[in-house]
């Protein structure tokens, strides 16, 4: 019960800044705020009295992942993807392609890079068969899945399928030289929409060995 | 200036999204890591806000008050969120639980603004465990019964303390 005596409710409204109810009386204060403008009024009183306290607090740097998943979840995915792309094609000029020789059949390579241009994946295509090699991607979230998309040149991003642990994925679709390539962060056994819902996390391109 | 960003921020601005965060995320990360006590927890309790801000921007009202009481307000409403669904109700042995506050003097380091200056006044009128519980609560993120335990104190007493140092808090800063 949110108190209408307002010396109680400005009380109830102090230890509600003060983080001092418990979970039960700290949810009925929220749920009342929108609709009670006394209580409201209350609180954004001690909020804007108490501030002060804080002026002492260390600065801190946040690490710079707190920005990129930020960044990720307020991108919606298709223009996440694209950006990603434009970067990824940047790294991978700028940065290493490695070219392996293979002794048959058409071969493709291509590295998936992050957005630090990062190199994450070693991609090897030979024949139908596509071969990732973990170089330095993140750790994926437990409860989580990184799935390779192919992304034409014009409309929506093909899924590839799931990364397996072991790296070795045989696509559902052939891939070859010229394609770009992006890893998405998934629900455990991929995207339910059949789209990239999470952040776009790696892009690289194969090229023709 | 934060008013202006947070303006641009509801509508949708997303370079003036990035301005807030690198301009603010330094503060706000160091409240939230005053009361997660662990980069990790601090770091998600930061995106939770930011993402918070991004979405309600448009509920910032600067004629009821400051853009930056709004801001660290979201960021401390998430770690507590955070430090409820971790069980803060639970009584630890955590020998460092809230001894914190040994390395700084929050009302000792408050600036000198008039408002500020009247908190700092009356923090000072208040009896020193008055005044003890309230910080610990409020800088550290404390529970009542981490207080109590912090103070060595039975937790009925806390609660009594803090009502009783809001009280007092209340009619002092409104009669300065």
Not at chain 1, 7 to 36: F, K, M, N, S, W
Not at chain 1, 82 to 109: D, F, T
Not at chain 2, 130 to 155: C, D, K, M, W, Y
Request: charged fraction near 25%; aromatic fraction near 6%; hydrophobic fraction near 45%.
């Amino acid at each position: 019960m949110i108190p209408t005596d307002p010396e109680e409710r400005d009380l109830v409204a102090g230890e509600y800044v003060l983080g001092v109810l418990d979970a039960d009386q700290r949810r009925e204060v929220a749920a009342a705020l929108p609709v009670d403008a006394a209580l409201a009024a209350a609180v954004r009183w001690w909020e804007e009295r108490l501030l002060p306290l804080l002026a002492g607090v260390v600065a801190v740097s946040p690490p710079s992942l707190v920005w990129k998943r930020i960044e990720a979840r307020i991108t919606p995915p298709e223009l996440a993807l694209w950006r990603r792309a434009a970067i990824g094609l940047a790294a991978i000029a700028a940065a290493l392609v490695i070219y392996i020789a293979w002794p048959q059949e058409p071969r493709s390579v291509g590295v998936l890079a992050a957005g630090d241009k990062r190199a994450a994946f070693l991609v090897e295509g030979r024949g139908s068969a596509l071969h990732l090699t973990a170089l330095e991607p993140d750790p994926v979230p437990a409860g989580r899945a990184l799935e390779l998309w192919q992304v034409p040149p014009s409309g929506a991003p093909v899924s590839l399928g799931l990364l397996p642990a072991d790296g070795r994925l045989r696509p559902t679709r052939p891939t070859a030289a010229g394609m770009t390539l992006a890893v998405s962060l998934e629900p455990a056994g991929g995207s339910p929409t059949g789209a990239p819902t999470g952040p776009v996390l790696y892009v690289g391109v194969l090229k023709a060995d | 200036m934060l008013d202006d960003l947070l303006r641009a921020v509801a509508t949708g601005d997303r370079r003036a999204f990035r301005t807030l965060y690198q301009q603010e995320s330094h503060r706000l990360y160091g409240v939230a890591m005053r009361m997660m006590r662990s980069p990790t927890a601090a770091s998600d309790v930061l995106q939770e806000a930011f993402l918070q801000v991004w979405r309600n921007a448009d509920r910032f009202d600067p004629e009821r008050g400051s853009a930056g009481a709004w801001l660290v307000s979201l960021v401390r409403y998430r770690a507590l969120d955070a430090l409820e669904r971790s069980g803060r109700e639970i009584p630890t042995d955590d020998p460092n639980l809230g001894d914190a506050p040994v390395e700084f003097d929050p009302v000792a380091a408050i600036d000198g603004s008039r408002d500020a200056t009247a908190l700092r006044r009356c923090l000072q009128v208040l009896e020193d465990k008055n005044r003890q519980s309230i910080v610990l609560a409020f800088v550290e993120g404390l529970s009542h019964s981490q207080v109590a335990q912090r103070l060595g104190t039975p937790l009925g007493t806390v609660k009594a303390w803090i009502r009783r140092g809001l009280q007092n808090l209340k009619s002092c800063l409104e009669a300065s």
